[in-house]
Nanobody, 117 residues
Framework: QLQLVESGGGSVQAGGSLRLSCSAS????????MKWYRQAPGLEREFVSS???????SYADSVNGRFTVSRDNAKNTAYLQMNSLKPEDTAMYYC???????????WGQGTQVTVSS
């Protein structure tokens, strides 16, 4: 089955940067939109960004201009470059594949991002 492994989270000070990675393995035939979500303690999971297989991107207003999503289809890996981080960006970040093929839909395990002021 398709598996997603996230990495790159950590702790930074406000204004710093982090790059998250989400590597997919398993079903190599899968075609999907890669989406990033985040969830802060006590809050609902929220959409952050997405990128289609042909590179079309979308961002939440709260991160637009600071975050950049990309993907390397040859490596089956997506990235979320996060710059100018703010304390309110602190959350668990998840990647998710969204596909018309049911078996290609999957959530990553999450990676923690903590931004201190």
């Amino acid at each position: 089955q398709l598996q997603l492994v996230e990495s790159g989270g950590g702790s930074v000070q406000a204004g710093g940067s982090l790059r998250l990675s989400c590597s997919a393995s398993g079903y190599t035939y899968c075609r999907y939109i890669m989406k990033w979500y985040r969830q802060a303690p006590g809050l609902e999971r929220e959409f952050v960004s997405s990128i289609s297989s042909d590179g079309r991107t979308s961002y939440a207003d709260s991160v637009n201009g600071r975050f950049t999503v990309s993907r390397d289809n040859a490596k089956n890996t997506a990235y979320l470059q996060m710059n100018s981080l703010k304390p309110e960006d602190t959350a668990m970040y998840y990647c998710k594949t969204e596909s018309s093929t049911w078996s290609c839909n999957r959530w990553g395990q999450g990676t923690q991002v903590t931004v201190s002021s």
